[in-house]
């Protein structure tokens, strides 16, 4: 593989509506927000985005309602060069939502509202064969129905393609389906979720993840990526595993920096490199995500992500 590999995201598409205050409401409470704004979102927009920036050649499977919001989804895809041959609109119902709220301390919270995403059923994936086995890598998320997520599952492993799934949420997929996963992506809290982790206490360092991350091979997915915040993250697979450590950075934002992460190390594994390179890579996109506001926005080009990783374009480390 090269740069420009083929990744065929599909996932949700929702437009953000994010405000942003000086903290989180209690209970009951109401406070002033001090700004707002209206950008793209969904896990399969932000991915596709950040796998687009990141080099790779993006082709987005969707679906956006018939109302004002998804000619706004649509421009800004079209705007930042991604295909839109795979998004499809559905009448009467509404584009996917996410109301986003974001503190000063750089923590969000996210209520989402699947709308058109979850019209992308089992047998609208049944014609995407041709164009998922195009792909160098397919890339999934876990804000579609369980069944689309498995019907995928299903045609890539027939496929032959590499298949990653980002589980979040941490919906109830079957453990046959995620076997396949290569990587499983999932967070601390949606590994704890699916049995990885379980006993390791909030708070520990990377290297205490590193052993859990490595027994979930084989036994959850063929190979495992952890995210773990500021912390940084850990991978295992059959040749190996790797803590990533973060960088220090003053967060802002922290909207969508997991997704980010997603696209960046999605891209880069279709290229050829391997998990922890591509781990590597992968941290320093999202570290540079978290200092600026928005999700997509906020997602830095190849160029400035590389060097962040100290990483010239073949890989190699910078001098």
């Known amino acids: 593989m090269a740069r420009g590999a083929r990744v065929v995201v599909v996932g949700s598409l929702n437009v953000d509506a994010t405000s942003y205050v000086e903290r989180f409401p209690a209970p009951g409470e109401t406070v002033t927000s001090r700004a707002f704004r209206t950008a793209l979102g969904g896990k399969g927009a932000n991915q596709a985005v950040a796998a687009h920036l990141a080099g790779a050649e993006v082709d987005l499977v969707a679906r956006l309602g018939d109302d004002a919001n998804a000619a706004l989804a649509l421009g800004v895809l079209e705007r930042l060069g991604l295909a839109t041959a795979g998004i499809g609109q559905v009448a009467d119902a509404p584009t996917g939502v996410a109301q986003i709220t974001v503190a000063d301390s750089g923590e969000n919270t996210v209520i989402v509202t699947g709308g058109a ?42 496929l032959g393609v590499r298949l990653v799934v980002n589980l979040a949420p941490p919906v109830a997929v079957s453990a046959a389906a995620l076997a396949v996963c290569d990587p499983l992506v999932v967070n601390e809290h949606e590994a704890r979720a699916i049995g990885i982790g379980a006993e390791v206490a909030a708070g520990a360092p990377l290297d205490e993840w590193r052993p859990h991350a490595a027994s979930a091979v084989g036994r959850v997915a063929r190979s495992v990526v952890v995210t773990l915040g500021a912390a940084g993250a850990v991978g295992a697979s059959p040749e190996g595993d790797w803590a990533e450590p973060a960088p220090e950075v003053v967060a802002v934002d922290t909207t969508g920096a997991g997704d980010c992460f997603t696209g960046t190390l999605a891209a880069f594994l279709a290229e050829g490199r391997g998990l922890a390179e591509s781990m590597r890579i992968a941290v320093a996109a999202g570290a540079l995500a978290v200092q600026a506001r928005g999700t997509v926005d906020s997602y830095a080009p190849r160029a400035t992500v590389l060097a962040a990783a100290a990483l010239d374009d073949e890989g190699a480390p910078l001098a």
């Not at 086995?133 to 069944?147: C, F, R, T």
Request: proline share 5%; with cysteine; hydrophobic share 45%.
């Open 117 to 158: 995403n979850l019209a992308l059923d089992p047998e609208s994936l049944d014609t995407e064969r041709e164009r998922l086995a195009s792909a160098a890598l397919v890339l999934s998320q876990g804000e579609l129905p369980i069944a689309t997520i498995e019907r995928l599952v299903e045609h890539c492993a027939a």
